[in-house]
């Protein structure tokens, strides 16, 4: 049987997320209810920007760090 502790985590009564996301499941509903987005569309977009938020994380990452050795006062 389907848990909803399966795919969303509890975080607060009001603060609803994905599990293993930082999306709420607001945005979801938004565009399901208002822009009438299709289960496959919501997905696309969601997948998408989660690569794009990892990507970003990581080239950030990379451009910050220090040369190996290089200490700042």
């Given at each position: ?7 969303f985590n509890f ?45 970003s994380a990581e080239?950030l990452k990379h ?11």
């Amino acid at each position: 049987m389907m848990q909803l502790e399966d795919y969303f985590n509890f975080l607060t009564p009001n603060d609803i997320r994905l599990k293993g996301t930082r999306i709420g499941i607001e945005t979801i509903l938004y565009d399901y209810i208002y822009h009438a987005k299709w289960v496959g569309g919501i997905k696309y977009k969601m997948n998408v920007g989660w690569a794009s938020a990892v990507s970003s994380a990581e080239r950030l990452k990379h451009e910050t760090q220090r040369p190996h050795g290089l200490r700042y006062r």
